[in-house]
């Protein structure tokens, strides 16, 4: 898979490790138009920002809410919602 990767679009397979707990709090870290969400040491995983359409704050919360790419579409498959728990002291930092 590699090698088609690198002779079809000339960008080499980097590895990296996963975060697969599942737990739903963690650290957002920004890179250019990309969020992480980090659990431990590892990326649990990594939304483009250009596909947020709205984002809210709760108490100890952040909604992220996601572009509808058709109304068919979005009800049979597809990432609507995203909630994520924000520890206090993690805000404070």
Known sequence: MAKFFTQTYKKDMLEKELSV???NWG????NG???AFEVGNHTAFEIP???VSQCTTGKNEVTLEFHQVGVLHSVISGLHLCKI???P???LE
């Open 85 to 87: 728990f924000v520890f």
């Open 89 to 91: 002291f993690i805000l």
């Open 21 to 23: 707990k599942g737990w």
């Open 27 to 30: 650290r957002a870290e920004f």
């Open 33 to 35: 138009a990309t969020m």
């Open 49 to 51: 920002l250009s596909n």
